[in-house]
């Protein structure tokens, strides 16, 4: 009798602690494993690499052979065909398609975009800059070329309401007479730029999907904890 009272009083608390506990664990629960919306679009925009160009300089006081920079975004087509413009572009093309793809697998709807376009929806915003350290320990702009800089390029990626994007990803030094040419000494804003990879310039194309793969990874982590905020 005695343990059947026993038993009975302990049902008795167990319910009671079910009838005051559920309601804000239910609701921590709830809010914990809530997913994210896959109704907004991420616009994957192209990622900013520098390329030299092997186009002579014919101008008063030109050298022929000089490499120059061949516009804001270096583009071209191609790889492996010992143009660097080419060989940026590929890696450019690559990355972006890349990143679309791995989205739209994870089940999201998701296009590439001009750098800058105005014509972005609600949704998320994606977008990069390949950068590499030069001798004296400045941050650059990485530049894909015969010889140029480091081995290695380090990518900053962020992810933001596309409709109130954050800031740049960076600035140009003040105190550098690079301006907007190829490899331009640049600061990195601490606030907007991000998750960083790291890829060889002569990467495979596996490689750039891979990292393609890493970044996509990184973003839908992001936009799952809701540090974008395009919900």
Not at 134 to 161: C, K, T
Not at 186 to 192: C, V
Request: proline share 5%; charged share 20%; glycine share 10%.
């Amino acid at each position: 009798m005695k343990r059947l009272r026993s038993s009975a009083s302990v049902l008795a608390i167990f319910l009671a602690a079910m009838l005051v506990l559920p309601v804000p664990a239910l609701l921590s629960a709830q809010k914990s494993s809530k997913t994210p919306d896959k109704t907004k679009t991420i616009y994957v925009a192209d990622f900013e690499l520098d390329a030299q160009n092997v186009t002579p300089d014919e101008g008063p006081g030109g050298r022929s052979g000089v490499l120059h920079g061949n516009g804001p975004l270096r583009r071209a087509t191609g790889h492996g065909t010992g143009d660097p413009a080419q060989q940026a572009q590929h890696i450019v093309n690559l990355m972006s398609d890349s990143l679309v793809s791995d989205f739209q697998k994870a089940g999201y709807i998701a296009q590439r975009v001009a750098p800058g376009s105005e014509s972005i929806g609600a949704g998320y915003l994606v977008k990069g800059v390949f950068t590499e350290v030069d001798q004296g320990n400045r941050v650059r702009r990485a530049v894909i070329g015969f010889g140029a800089g480091q081995v290695n390029m380090q990518l900053y990626v962020n992810v933001s309401d596309a409709a109130h994007p954050q800031e740049n990803l960076y600035t140009l030094d003040k105190d550098d007479t690079s301006g907007e040419k190829p490899g331009a000494v640049i600061t990195m804003n601490p606030i907007a730029a991000g998750a960083k990879f790291v890829m060889e310039k002569n990467a495979s194309d596996k490689v750039v999907k891979k990292t393609a793969k890493e970044i996509s990874d990184e973003v839908i982590k992001k936009i799952s904890a809701g540090v974008a905020a395009g919900k």
